[in-house]
């Protein structure tokens, strides 16, 4: 008969646990918290993923929209059938010789697949002086469009409702029926004057501005690859940044042979004559997440149109975004 031994409280003692028996328990324990930890990672390296992926996403569909617009005006001098007739005029500080940012002559030109040249010349010989070329992303292309706004800022002598009472000084395309239209210089503010109140009198605020893809967003050294532009603001040009994570641009323009209005083929490098028959454009952009993504390794090679981009084989993400844009302004403008 089998005797249970007793402790001095009366209780039957434990034995307690073997060596064996504590290591197993130590074992499945850490596997616990092994599992536990990896799927802690998992997860918030894909909501990582979601979140930068979806701020990519956004910044790249806003400059899309901003681009396929500036390109779709191009040309567009305040709705007038051709912009013959109207005569440059010298801003203050311009970024070009020649009166560039108001001559109408050219109101689309490109810089294809920037190489570090200083200054950067365009496909119509304007030398882009205003440029600080040491913030150029290399091998990426710079386009120049110039316009009035889809807005008169005075339609027929009644100022529109957007226009401020600003007294910084803009330029403004003034147009008089009966007479050649002019540039001019004055305040927001004045053109709610009584004295412009004229059926016949309208002004078109000038755009003119060079987009191009900048190697830092806010300082230099900060890696964040912008689209930024140099605009005419006042009486001179300034440098803007407008969307982070833009990493290339490139385009290619859709050339009419046969003056149908129908693009022939398409062109990355095109001519100052084949620039003049553009009748469309195809914009490419290359979007790049601000951050890294942990554990990735970007071996993709992503095509820009003609152009095929290697593998960078960091830890960013990236895609592409691509549109077809109709020159429609700039079709009038050659006609």
Known sequence: MAHTRQCTSGYPCSSGMTIVELLVSMLLGLL?????????????????YEEQMAR?????????????REFAMAGFYGGMPSSVGIPAASVGTDCSAGDWALDVRNPLDLINDYAGQSPPVSQHLAAFSCLDRTAIAWNTDLVAIKRTAAEASLQRGIPAESLTSSTVEAWYLRVVSGIAPTWEILRPIDLRSPS?????LSYWEAISRIFFIRKYSEERGDAIPSLCMETLAGDALTARCLVEGVENLQVEFGVDTDEDGVPNRYIAAP?????QHAVAVKIHLLLRSIGTLPGHRDDKIYRLGVKALPATHDAYLRRVLSSTVLLRNHIAFTG
């Open 196 to 200: 412009r109140a004229l059926p016949s």
């Open 56 to 68: 990519m996403q956004e910044n790249g569909r806003y400059a899309m929209r901003l681009l396929s």
């Open 271 to 275: 001519t100052a004559a084949q620039l």
């Open 32 to 48: 616990l918290i092994a599992g536990m930890i990896s799927a802690y990672l998992s997860a918030s390296r894909h909501y990582a």
